[in-house]
């Protein structure tokens, strides 16, 4: 018996159920044996996409970006594109985005997500890239995905989870199908490795590497004229201490869409009366986040960042980060500027929202403050211990190289011969060849 007939015979096996019933009965307990029928049946297979890949060949030196859900032009694909351009620059790459297509360098092909050419384009696609999720839950044999994800974890993420209300339901059936048809997914140290392989439920292939978005911390005169030109579009001198506000979304406030309730947790103004002279508070809501009313009223040194798409342009213009769950901080340690955790709801996180893999009160990874007071009496952290032995198992694979080390694992597993090439130009062209 073959693949498709074990699929098939699956599939009629629970010819009573459907999709919702299988999500609800089957997913949770036996995610494997769902993902066959899910895709027997074309499941989160969109039609457009379908028909698409029927009616076009995968071109070769197609490549498809994608972040965020298409919100920011930003992460890891974004550093990795910009680095294509200058190694290859007569490729065609396709950018889902929503913003000011101005920003983006090089010409590509700009589509909004979800249109018919999005799909056109990502059926046609060799290389997909994206830190978060495609809405295909599958991607046609021919294409290869570099799932690059977007920070190390510390809140438990997917399967890993804590659930009290539900300890069952952790990921989603959705996710769990993509995730099983990225072709190879970015570490970029040996913890995420493991963390990857269980929130995930991942047995795919890893590649351990640094992030390419944080290759400028390691290049001083890039990272110097990028910190110099964020502060200059943000009207921040040069002499001016800034800090960072960059926390992560909460699951308890579901507004529906994949958007999330934001809560400052502090008030600005006290906040800047309490920080050394002549600071600024940058204020970043998560891109899962809904912060418009809550951050409209900021003015004067407290500056609403929300809208920036890029995270490391901010990190490069700032000097303080100030954080909790978010993976952003480890990012941010690549730079090697001092760090404060403020996490007035960490008993509740850990226990009753989601959970975190290690205790940050266990390690030297900078200022933990748990009450308003606390983070007021704590913010000049300028001559803070830095963290070593924390920068070490976390960021030891960055060097500044790791766009062109990813750059050049995906082009040489996707190489191309020129017999492949020939029957790849004879179906694109045989027809009007031939007549």
């Known amino acids: 018996m073959g693949y498709k007939d074990a699929q098939k015979h699956i599939s009629e096996y629970f010819a009573d159920k459907d999709r919702k019933q299988l999500e609800k009965e089957l997913f949770y307990t036996n995610p494997e044996l769902f993902n066959e029928i899910a895709k027997y049946r074309n499941y989160g297979l969109p039609k457009r996409y379908r028909n698409a890949a029927k009616k076009f060949p995968i071109n070769n030196d197609l490549f498809f970006f994608e972040s965020n859900l298409a919100k920011q032009y930003t992460g890891n694909p974004r550093y990795i594109y910009e680095r294509m351009l200058e190694l290859y620059p007569n490729l065609t790459y396709v950018w889902a985005y929503h913003g000011d297509k101005s920003i983006i360098p090089g010409n590509p092909i700009v589509v909004e997500r979800k249109s018919d050419d999005y799909y056109k384009y990502l059926a046609q696609a060799r290389i997909i890239i994206n830190n978060t999720t495609f809405p295909n839950w599958y991607h046609r044999p021919e294409t290869f995905y570099l799932q690059t994800w977007h920070g190390t974890p510390y809140k438990r993420m997917h399967w890993d989870r804590h659930n009290p209300r539900n300890p069952i339901k952790k990921s989603s059936p959705h996710f769990y199908a993509k995730s099983t048809g990225w072709d190879v997914l970015l570490s970029p140290n040996h913890y995420s490795t493991e963390k990857f392989r269980s929130c995930f439920k991942y047995e795919g292939k890893i590649f351990e590497s640094g992030y390419p978005a944080n290759d400028i911390f390691y290049n001083k005169e890039k990272y110097e004229s990028k910190r110099n030109l964020i502060r200059e579009k943000l009207g921040i001198s040069d002499d001016a201490l800034v800090y960072l506000y960059a926390?992560?979304?909460?699951?308890?406030?579901?507004?529906?869409?994949?958007?999330?309730?934001?809560?400052?947790?502090?008030?600005?103004?006290?906040?800047?009366?309490?920080?050394?002279?002549?600071?600024?508070?940058l204020i970043r809501s998560h891109h899962m986040s809904e912060a418009t009313k809550e951050l409209s009223v900021l003015k004067g040194r407290a500056i609403d960042v929300s809208d920036w798409d890029d995270a490391v342009e901010l990190m490069c213009a700032s000097d303080i980060l100030i954080t909790d769950y978010s993976s952003i901080v480890f990012d941010w340690y690549c730079s090697k500027k001092p760090v404060i955790y403020y996490v007035?709801?960490?008993?509740?996180?850990?226990?009753?929202?989601?959970?975190?893999?290690?205790?940050?009160?266990e390690v030297n990874c900078g200022v933990i403050c748990k009450s308003e007071d606390e983070l007021?009496?704590?913010?000049?952290?300028?001559d803070a211990p830095f963290y070593a032995e924390f920068y070490d198992e976390f960021c030891s694979l960055h060097n500044g190289n790791s766009a062109d080390?990813?750059?050049?694992?995906?082009?040489?597993?996707?190489?191309?011969?020129?017999?492949?090439?020939?029957?790849?130009?004879?179906?694109?062209?045989?027809?009007?060849?031939?007549?």
């Not at 007021?376 to 300028?382: C, E, K, S, T």
């Open 247 to 281: 926390p992560t979304w909460r699951d308890g406030g579901h507004l529906g869409h994949s958007m999330f309730k934001f809560d400052l947790l502090f008030d600005p103004v006290k906040f800047l009366d309490s920080a050394p002279e002549n600071s600024i508070l």
């Open 344 to 361: 007035p709801d960490l008993e509740e996180y850990e226990n009753k929202t989601r959970g975190v893999y290690f205790d940050i009160n």
């Open 376 to 382: 007021y009496d704590n913010l000049d952290v300028r």
């Open 405 to 435: 080390e990813v750059i050049k694992y995906v082009i040489d597993k996707n190489r191309v011969s020129s017999m492949d090439k020939l029957k790849n130009f004879i179906k694109r062209n045989g027809k009007r060849m031939f007549k």
